[in-house]
Nanobody, 115 residues
Framework: QVQVVESGGGLVQAGGSLRLSCAAS????????MGWYRQAPGKQRELVATITSSGSTNYVDSVKGRFTISRDNAKNTVYLQMNSLKPEDTAVYYC?????????WGQGTQVTVSS
């Protein structure tokens, strides 16, 4: 069992920045990768960024150059630094822990970017 808890969402103007945090607990030694997903109203949930246990990262094209995923192993925490935010980044952002047998989701945190 793994638990993940997100924090750091909020309201920001276009061009601004936010940093999301995701704290993992439980059987963290089994985690292969951590990921950030987002779901906008009326749209499917999409993968935003991932980071593996070895530190390799991957991003969806729409956030490349603006978002950075990172991890602090000592704190069992993954971050998503979001810069140059756009109104189309507005969504509920979810953190997920990827284990061999399943994915564990957090409760989500709202990010709203005003124009």
């Amino acid at each position: 069992q793994v638990q993940v808890v997100e924090s750091g969402g909020g309201l920001v103007q276009a061009g601004g920045s936010l940093r999301l945090s995701c704290a993992a607990s439980g059987s963290i030694f089994s985690i292969n990768a951590m990921g950030w997903y987002r779901q906008a109203p009326g749209k499917q949930r999409e993968l935003v960024a991932t980071i593996t246990s070895s530190g390799s990262t991957n991003y969806v094209d729409s956030v490349k150059g603006r978002f950075t995923i990172s991890r602090d192993n000592a704190k069992n925490t993954v971050y998503l630094q979001m810069n140059s935010l756009k109104p189309e980044d507005t969504a509920v952002y979810y953190c997920a822990a990827e284990l061999p047998q399943r994915r564990y989701w957090g409760q989500g945190t709202q990010v709203t970017v005003s124009s």
